[in-house]
Every structure is written in structure tokens, then in C-alpha cells.
């Protein structure tokens, strides 16, 4: 695959515009590691990073991905099968819960199809900027698609910076440079290891902060080993490949 052979270019992630590489381990350059007067403004709503609630326990970790991450959603289902220990079901889909067919029986994964999606099961959703600051009452997420493979999710938080949860594994404020996420249109999010490559970025959209989003989990029960365990749209058990 073409993709994965090609170098990667991290960027400095203050403005589109700047041409200058980001220093190592940082989200900005020389310049703007000092100041970046470009900023997504907060609306106030934003949770705050708290890793933990997603992380510490293997049957949330597992059924949660970056869709239930972004939208602040935590939800155990009541079942024998699923404990906090253990919880082998499918994720939380754009779109299953207002009606739209499953990933599988559409050819490719689409930004306007996603956003559709979410459009359609989240009231009072709007698209936004990134340096626009969100209508009272909502918050920050950035949807973006490897049409062939995979959707993923950022959310921004409380102090501003973006975190998410490349499907079963960690929440982690860091992007596929290992650098923090200042805005995610900006940050990397190519995964040689795995071949993922969320090149395109479907908009920032503002989305209300609540935690009672009606979602639907879609997928199998029964889990394939051999897909990879960072994948948002398909479950799976096999150790995380990025
Ligand atoms: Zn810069």
C-alpha cells in the first residue's frame, strides 16, 4: 500500500499556514512553541480530560470507542456477559439509532455520510470552525474517515487540548506522532503500523453536552481476531497494532 510507504510529515499544529516543522515531541514549531495566537475558543461545556473513566476497567475499555468517547458517553449494558471486567460487544455506531443501514452494507466510508449520520441521531448538532467558539450549551468534536477502513472521533476538552480513543485501546491525548492534538485537522493521524490513515477531516461540529446521547451499538457478538483492535467501525480482540 502506497500509504504506508510514504514518509510522514508531522506539521506544526498553531495555523495551517506555517511551513515550519513541529520541534520533536511538541504539537508546534520553534515560533509558535512559545505563543500560537490562533485558538479554539472554549464554549465552557467542555469535559474535562479524565482518561481514567474509559481506561481503568477492561469491559468499559472494550466497549467504547472514539464515537462513545466523543460524545462523552459511557453506558454498560445489563448483561451476564458483560461486566466491568469484561464487556465483548459491539461499539456505539454513527447512524444505527437514527436508522441507517450498517457500515457493512454501505461501499466505503464517506465525511458526508458520517456527519449525516451523526446529524441525524444527535439533536442540536452544527457545524463549526475551529476558531469559532461553539453555541451556548455544546461542545467541540472533530469526525474524520480512512474512506476504505474506518471513521475516528476527537473531542476537544476542558483545557482546550484534544484527546480520543482509537477503538478498544487508551484514551491518550497524543496523536499518531506520539505529539499532543492542538486541532486535530492538524495533528497526525496516520498509522503505518496498522495502515489507518484518517486523511480526511469531516469539520469541526459542535454537539450538546450531555451524556444521554440515544446511541446503538452495532457489530457481531462474536469478535474476529484477525481485524485490528484499533479499528472504531469494526470490533475486534487481537492486540492493538499502532
Ligand atoms: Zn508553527
Known amino acids: 500500500m502506497v500509504q504506508q510507504t510514504r514518509k510522514r510529515r508531522a506539521r506544526c499544529?498553531?495555523?495551517?499556514?506555517?511551513?515550519?516543522?513541529?520541534?520533536?515531541?511538541?504539537?508546534?514549531?520553534?515560533?509558535h512553541v512559545r505563543f500560537c495566537p490562533r485558538k479554539a475558543p472554549l464554549s465552557g461545556v467542555e469535559p474535562p480530560y479524565e482518561p481514567h473513566k474509559y481506561n481503568?476497567?477492561?469491559?468499559i475499555r472494550e466497549s467504547h470507542n472514539c464515537y462513545a468517547y466523543g460524545l462523552d458517553w459511557i453506558e454498560l449494558p445489563v448483561s451476564?456477559?458483560?461486566?466491568?471486567?469484561?464487556?465483548?460487544?459491539?461499539?456505539?455506531?454513527?447512524?444505527?439509532?437514527?436508522?441507517y443501514p450498517k457500515w457493512s452494507k454501505v461501499k466505503g466510508k464517506r465525511c458526508p455520510d458520517l456527519t449525516a449520520r451523526i446529524m441525524g441521531e444527535v439533536p442540536g448538532v452544527t457545524f463549526s470552525?475551529?476558531?469559532?467558539?461553539?453555541?451556548?450549551?455544546?461542545?467541540?468534536?472533530?469526525?474524520?474517515?480512512?474512506?476504505?477502513?474506518?471513521?475516528?472521533?476527537?473531542?476537544?476538552?476542558?483545557?482546550?487540548?484534544?484527546?480520543?480513543?482509537?477503538?478498544?485501546?487508551?484514551?491518550?491525548?497524543?496523536?499518531?506522532?506520539?505529539?499532543?492534538?492542538?486541532?486535530?485537522?492538524?495533528a497526525s493521524r496516520q498509522y503505518p503500523k496498522s495502515g489507518l490513515h484518517y486523511k480526511q477531516f469531516c469539520g469541526y461540529m459542535c454537539v450538546p453536552a450531555t451524556r444521554k446521547h440515544k446511541l446503538k451499538r452495532g457489530g457481531s457478538k462474536r469478535?474476529?481476531?484477525?481485524?485490528?483492535?484499533?479499528?472504531?467501525?469494526?470490533?475486534?480482540?487481537?492486540?492493538?497494532?499502532?
Not at 499544529?13 to 508546534?28: A, I, N, R, S, Y
Not at 480512512?146 to 475516528?152: K, P, Q, S, T, W
Not at 480520543?164 to 486535530?184: M, N
Not at 469494526?234 to 492493538?240: E, L, V, Y
Open 80 to 99: 451476564k456477559d458483560c461486566t466491568k471486567d469484561a464487556c465483548p460487544i459491539g461499539y456505539p455506531q454513527p447512524g444505527r439509532a437514527s436508522g
Open 13 to 31: 499544529q498553531c495555523d495551517p499556514l506555517c511551513k515550519q516543522k513541529p520541534l520533536k515531541g511538541q504539537p508546534f514549531c520553534e515560533k
Open 223 to 242: 469478535l474476529k481476531r484477525s481485524d485490528s483492535k484499533r479499528s472504531d467501525s469494526k470490533r475486534s480482540d487481537s492486540k492493538r497494532s499502532d
Open 129 to 186: 470552525t475551529f476558531t469559532t467558539r461553539c453555541p451556548k450549551g455544546t461542545r467541540k468534536i472533530a469526525p474524520v474517515i480512512d474512506e476504505n477502513e474506518d471513521y475516528h472521533f476527537y473531542r476537544q476538552d476542558k483545557d482546550g487540548w484534544w484527546s480520543h480513543k482509537p477503538g478498544s485501546t487508551k484514551v491518550t491525548r497524543r496523536d499518531a506522532t506520539k505529539r499532543r492534538i492542538y486541532d486535530p485537522l492538524l
Open 56 to 59: 481503568r476497567h477492561k469491559g
